[in-house]
Each structure stands twice: as C-alpha cells, then as structure tokens.
Antibody
Framework: QVQLQESGPGLVKPSETLSLTCAVSGYSISSGYYWGWIRQPPGKGLEWIGSIYHSGSTYYNPSLKSRVTISVDTSKNQFSLKLSSVTAADTAVYYCARHATTVTTGWFDPWGQGTLVTVSS | SYELTQPLSVSVALGQTARITCGGN??????VHWYQQKPGQAPVLVIY???NRPSGIPERFSGSNSGNTATLTISRAQAGDEADYYCQVWDSSTAEVFGGGTKLTVL
C-alpha cells in the first residue's frame, strides 16, 4: 500500500524559500508515475503546484512556475518542493500525491496527510 | 486558462440521490476526476476518467461527462458522504486544474 508523508518547517518568513519533502513508502518512485504537489489555503480550494517523474522531468502550474522547483531523490524514495519569495498568500496546507498520467489526462491518488505551512514574520 | 465551475453547495435528503456538477468549456472532450475531502482530512479520489471507481469506493458513487457538464452522482446518500467534492481535469494551457469545490450536506 502506497503511503506518502510530507515534512518540513511549519513557519516560513516572507520573502524566504519554503522547502518540503515527501517520503514515499510501499512503492518505489523509480518504478514509474509522476509525483505531485498540491496546496490548499485555509478555507479555500485545491491548487496544483507541479509534478515530477522519477527521471527528473517536471511540469509546473504556469501561475507558480517562476518560483517553483521540484526535485526527486530516488535513493531516498522521496521528492521535494521549493517555493521561493513566499508571501502570506502562500500560507496553505501542502499535500503530496502520486500522479497517475496518460497522454491526455492525470489524476492524484493517493495523497499524503498534508502539512500546514504558515508564512509570517 | 481553463476554468471549472462547481456549485458552492448541494443538499440531499438521507437516502436520496445527490448530483454535483462541474462545468467547463467542452468538458465532455476531457477526462474528469473527482475527489472527496472530509474536514481535516486529505482528499480521496472517488472517480477517475469520468466514470471509473478506484478500489474501495462504493458503487453508490458514479460519474458521467458530456457536453459542457460533468456530474458526480451519489446514490442512497449517507451521513458519511458529507464532505467537499472537487472535480479536476488536465488542460493543455494550464495542465492540472481543480474546480472550486462543492460542499455536500446530507439532511
């Protein structure tokens, strides 16, 4: 059974870089699938941030692309998110998820439990 | 950019059928996925590629997609179905897009 667990600082100062890691268990990232990050501001809806393949190939939400870097470490079976120049608008619960894709579509299953990141001085 | 429109809220009587819609330009040409999110929990995939149920999801959950509207149907609604529901598609201009979410209340 695939399980994902997010980890990282719960508080980040404005203008700094948010860094999170998602540890995957029960499945080897190297075996396939994309792996994605999604966030949810308090009381609001879901926003996809970006996804990465085990080879390192990435694609990002165009609205966040200039500030986002997603990387993968297959030796540790984990992948990471960096979001630079954060503001209060980046305060959200951040989820990682396995991202099943075909040529024309993709869906997220399963998801990690999520981690709240607050941007505040 | 591609946008998905969902009603803010839907109510259904216990044991009746709930229908949650997701509107988008020619959404029928895309594959739609649906997630259930209960308070304080991570989203759970309930329907993928319009009408497919992952293992463990009850048959009461079904999906359809045609024209400009996709629909998640929950038959014989239970109190445990109360949650927020989100639709999601892939679009060539914006990649993965989520709808704004619908709060389902079971009366």
């Amino acid at each position: 059974q695939v399980q994902l667990q997010e980890s990282g600082p719960g508080l980040v100062k404005p203008s700094e870089t948010l860094s999170l890691t998602c540890a995957v268990s029960g499945y080897s990232i190297s075996s396939g699938y994309y792996w994605g990050w999604i966030r949810q501001p308090p009381g609001k809806g879901l926003e996809w941030i970006g996804s990465i393949y085990h080879s390192g190939s990435t694609y990002y939400n165009p609205s966040l692309k200039s500030r986002v870097t997603i990387s993968v470490d297959t030796s540790k079976n984990q992948f990471s998110l960096k979001l630079s120049s954060v503001t209060a608008a980046d305060t959200a619960v951040y989820y990682c998820a396995r991202h099943a894709t075909t040529v024309t579509t993709g869906w997220f299953d399963p998801w990690g439990q999520g981690t709240l990141v607050t941007v505040s001085s | 950019s591609y946008e998905l429109t969902q009603p803010l809220s839907v109510s259904v009587a216990l044991g009746q059928t709930a229908r949650i819609t997701c509107g988008g330009n020619n959404i029928g040409s895309k594959n739609v996925h649906w997630y259930q999110q209960k308070p304080g929990q991570a989203p759970v995939l309930v329907i993928y590629r319009d009408s497919n149920r992952p293992s463990g999801i009850p048959e009461r959950f079904s999906g359809s997609n045609s024209g400009n509207t996709a629909t998640l149907t929950i038959s014989r609604a239970q109190a445990g179905d109360e949650a927020d529901y989100y639709c999601q598609v892939w679009d060539s201009s914006t990649a993965e897009v989520f709808g704004g979410g619908t709060k389902l209340t079971v009366l």
